[in-house]
């Protein structure tokens, strides 16, 4: 029988624990959700504010362990030829299977990352199934439920990405039977995303009150959507929806890249759909992302975080002569950060994430490194750089160019005798050039993995240990292949 820790059942007949929706609390904010005892799914989904704390606890489970922190680094991370594994040689050496593409269906952080998707999912079927019933307002309701669409969708972007066919679970298991299902064709995951995402773009809002901003929006549905296609090489469909994303009028891109991703800028104009992570005073337990704590420096003083996750020589000579990014993107160990902060220069490792860092000013004790610092999960500059390559792909050289170009004008930071404009027209060398643009740009934000990948360069980029036709996906969790009783089956080479 399949694992039911995955899933919460719907009220007919298995039962839900509702204390699982309140896992995290914050003050002031759409994750405020109160504490509250066990209570049985019949007594739960049945007021707004039911639906509203679950709406809650689905965004609040999006920064959970399993969700960014390890298990997220080595599924989405470690396989790029951005990263080393950081840290000192000792610790967390099984990060080196990912890197070294020699991981096997038993290592724990394939089993943690495919429990974070499902429960996210769960959550997100919980409320699809449940609160069409609530009498509530009509327009809120609506809004849930496109919310609830786009993180499904969300997650199993992630999902079909990372292992390729998967289950595909459309609501809460209410039968013996529905716990134990075997993988989906991807094109079906895929095109289930594709759909979500479109029925939810359809309803959301393109902006909210202060109350809910991190919650998606219009435009993360039409973004989310381009990248899908993106992946799905849907050249015609990404044009448009990031045209549409543009057209909006609410995006553009904020005008220094270092301080873009410091905590006092979060949801800022560039951001289209940020995970929130907050220190929430007096409450270390809900205080509990490690997303950043996990990369921070391993530094002495103050306690550091754990210094994995760190920019590769490889990355660091992508960036062109004088490019500001660079100091966005990568910390240097016996120097200074632009916020003051000297990084020991006896630290184990000579570079560090930049973008996941937050000022050791910040640092709370009793509380996790850097629990408030964001994750940008979609942002303005990806989409300008997927609208350049889809618009490259068809044949489009002066719309390609005028994106890219809007991405590289916003680098220089008014410094002219920099990052020249890019003036190929030859669709190879064009392409290239976005691809640079797309690793300098977006490095260290967990896609460069899947960008080698699906532009079909693994072999060429990550050694001799990436193999064609298997390393293009992870091995599917040995444990859910043991529980399933062999319904579920690995991938090819594993």
């Known amino acids: 029988m399949k694992n039911k820790k ?44 039911d639906a509203t704390e679950a709406v809650s606890a689905m965004y609040a489970d999006l920064h959970n362990y399993n969700d960014l922190a390890f298990p997220a ?17 000792t610790d967390a050496s099984f990060m080196n299977e990912y890197i070294n593409f020699t991981v096997t269906a038993g290592e724990g952080q394939l089993e943690g990352f495919w429990s974070g998707m499902y429960n996210n999912i769960n959550f997100a079927n919980q409320i699809l199934a449940n609160v069409p019933a609530i009498n509530m ?5 609506a809004r849930y439920l496109a919310e609830a669409q786009f993180i499904r969708a969300y997650d199993y972007f992630r999902l079909v990405r990372a292992f ?16 134990n299902l075997p993988r989906t064709p991807k094109a079906a995951v895929y095109a289930q995303i594709q759909a979500d995402l479109k029925a939810a773009a359809s309803v959301l809002p393109a902006t909210y009150a202060a109350a809910d901003i991190g919650h998606a929006t219009k435009g993360a549905a039409l973004a989310l959507n381009a990248k899908v296609d993106l ?24 005008p220094d890249f270092e301080k873009m991703f410091r905590t006092q800028n979060k949801n800022n104009v560039e951001s289209i759909f940020e995970i929130q992570n907050m220190l929430i005073p007096n409450n270390p337990a809900a205080s509990n992302s490690q997303y950043s704590q996990v990369q921070m420096p391993r530094v002495t003083e103050p306690a550091g975080g754990w210094g994995f996750n760190d920019p590769s020589p490889s990355l660091i000579a992508e960036f062109e002569s004088g490019d ?61 750089l997927m609208n350049a390559e889809a618009n490259a792909e068809a044949g489009n050289s002066t719309a390609a160019l005028a994106s890219l170009e809007m991405v590289r004008a916003r680098a220089r930071e008014g410094n002219a005798n920099i990052l020249p404009k890019v003036t190929t027209t030859d669709q190879t060398q064009l392409l290239a050039a976005i691809y640079h643009e797309r690793r300098v740009e977006l490095g260290m934000e ?19 240990n990436f193999k064609a036709g298997k390393s293009e996906v992870w091995p599917i969790p040995q444990n859910e292949i043991d529980i399933s009783a062999g319904v579920l089956k690995q991938n090819p080479g594993y």
């Open 446 to 464: 967990f896609d460069r993995h899947f960008d080698v990948i699906r532009i079909g360069q693994g072999p060429a980029l990550f050694g001799p």
């Open 324 to 384: 500001p990014r660079l100091k966005g993107t990568v910390i240097v160990t016996g120097t200074t950060t632009p916020e003051g902060d000297m990084i020991d220069a006896t630290a184990p490792d000579p570079y560090y994430n930049m973008k996941s860092y937050v000022p050791f000013a910040q640092y709370v004790s009793g509380y996790n490194q850097g629990c408030q610092q964001d994750f940008m999960a979609l942002r303005y500059a990806e989409v300008l």
């Open 164 to 179: 390729g066919d998967v289950p595909l679970r459309l609501h809460p298991p209410v039968s013996t039977a529905d716990y």
């Open 231 to 254: 992946y799905l090489k849907d050249w015609t469909d990404v044009v448009t929806l990031t045209n549409q994303v543009t057209a909006l009028g609410i995006y553009s891109l904020f």
């Open 73 to 89: 680094l080595a599924i989405e991370s470690m396989g790029s030829d951005d990263i080393t594994k950081g840290s000192v040689p």
């Open 137 to 141: 307002d009509g327009s809120l309701k």
């Open 6 to 49: 995955h899933y919460l059942t719907a009220a007919t007949g298995f039962g839900v624990i509702a204390a699982m929706f309140f896992v995290q609390g914050c003050k002031k904010s759409f994750l405020d959700v109160a504490p509250a005892t066990s209570v049985a799914a019949t007594q739960f989904w049945k007021t707004q504010n």
